[in-house]
């Protein structure tokens, strides 16, 4: 899997190597999950403030407030972009003061709290949603699964 990563800001504690690691681990298990090969994928990720990703969901999404994860998924725009024979599969933003902010709140460690947005956010990208309780339900539990035994 090409994975470009792209750190706007960076995570107090946890160091940009290990988060390198994290999402090249999470996105590739994520595509495993879902039956996907890794190796055709193309995946950016952002990593950004609170500021930025409101920006970015009021102009994208219309709403208007800092999110956890964003996700835009080039497949939803028609056939499949492919480039050196991968799939370009879209982006991914994450907001870290907002993945800090759950952590604690979750009390969870940063790492385990990155890992379930970059989880989320890959899924989407692949085409999983919940918009329904039953679109929900399946995403989360695919989710738990992946993140069950990965060792953080």
Known sequence: MEIDISFEKQFEGLPETQVVELCERVLEKTARAAGEDPDLLEVSVLFT?????????????????????????????GPAEM?????????IVVSVDTASRQA???GETLAAEVAR??????????????CTE?????????QESILSDEPL
């Open 83 to 91: 480039v050196e024979g991968q799939e370009l599969l879209g982006d």
């Open 104 to 106: 604690r709140e979750y």
């Open 117 to 130: 947005l970059l989880c989320h956010g890959m899924l989407h990208l692949l085409g999983y949603d919940h």
């Open 49 to 77: 403030g609170d500021e930025h990703i409101h920006e970015l969901n009021r102009q994208y999404r219309g709403v208007d407030r800092a999110t956890d994860v964003l996700s835009f998924a080039l497949r939803e725009a």
């Open 134 to 142: 039953d679109e929900e339900a399946q995403m989360m539990a695919l």
